[in-house]
Each structure stands twice: as structure tokens, then as C-alpha cells.
């Protein structure tokens, strides 16, 4: 008995995740009860690379100014709820944006429970990017993240080529949506080493998506 309420409530929070026709169709992994229940115990480990489905301008810093931090995280938590992503089990999240606090190329120093030597992973696909956390920014990727299922529009890093922080390059450390600053975005469409995390910089008043990470934390 107490085996068929776990499982009812657990479909229950399923179902509750799937809006309705119009924002989930039969063949979402994400709003398929029966996919989501295999997803979560099969899907293949690793550190999965999200969307943001809502393109945002470059004050990114919604908790209010010296508040960017939070605000990314709290982007992300609100994004992870819409993303399509192959592991449903994985709920921890983190930025791919750098700050000055922390640098996209060095998240363990801000978030220790994410796991080090997992393979990245576009989200929808599951297919691999890079070997690892490390490589993800000094390697080149396996494949582009357009190829990993991750779109091909640019998104906000506020990074350099190699995921650092890019002082002066950040909208105002995200408290910008104006043309009076500027912010680096990368490319879903190049793979090479210090090309994809930073194309260009861009007017704080243009609106671009933002990348995350989904992970099981590392015991």
C-alpha cells in the first residue's frame, strides 16, 4: 500500500510539471510520466548543459544591483523548471555566466558538490560536449552545443574565450540594459577552444538567453 501512494504522488508531481498541449507534447521526455520515471534512473550520468527558454537583457542582476550571483542562480532554478533536459533526476543548478565572483571556468570554487570528472552534456540530447568540467573550457568541445540541442542563438557569458570573467565586458557586473554598456556573448555554433564562450561584445539593451548547468551533486 504505502509502495502505490509513493508512486502515485510521484506522478503526480509528473503530471503537475506538464502544463498543457500547447507547451508539452506526447513525445517530451519531460511531460511523459512513464519517460521521466526511466529518465530518472537511466539516464546516462553527467553534468547537463540547459536554455534559458526566456531571452533576457543585460541587467541579468533581477535581485537588484551587487546581487548577481543569486539572481543567476534564481534564473536558473525558475528556468530548470521549463528546460528539456534527459536526466530528470538532476535538479542542482549553476550559472554558466561568469561573474566576479566566480568565473564559469572555475564553478567548483563557488558550487563544491558539482562533480569533477563527469562528461558535459547537452541537456535535451544527452550528447556528450566535452569529457569533463576542466576540458569544457580549455579543450575543444566533441561537438557544438547547436549539436548538443542547446539552439543556435547566442547567449550571455560575460566570459572571455576561456570562461574568465571579463571585467568591463559585463553590462555593469549585470546591472545594465542600455546601450551605454556593452557584454560578451558566445556562439551555440563554434567548437573551438576559446572561440564559442565569447564572439562579441553586445549593447546591454539587446536580449540573449542564458546557458546553465543540471547536475546530481557529488557525494
Known sequence: MIYRIILILFFTFLAQNCMDTKTCSDQDRSCSPTASLLSFFSAPSGIYVYSSTVAYGGNLSILGTGNLDPSLQTICKQERTFASILDTGCQSVAPLVS??????????????????????????????????LASFFSLDLHVTLEAGGLGSTNFWTYGDGTGNYASGVTCNDGDDNTSSNTGYVGSPLLSAAGTWNSVQAETCDNAFRILCICYRPSS
Not at 565572483?101 to 558535459?120: C, E, G
Open 99 to 132: 561573474t566576479l565572483a566566480v568565473s564559469a571556468n572555475n564553478l567548483t570554487s563557488f558550487y563544491s558538490d558539482i562533480p569533477t570528472n563527469s562528461p558535459m552534456r547537452g541537456g535535451p540530447t544527452g550528447t556528450i560536449l566535452a569529457d569533463d
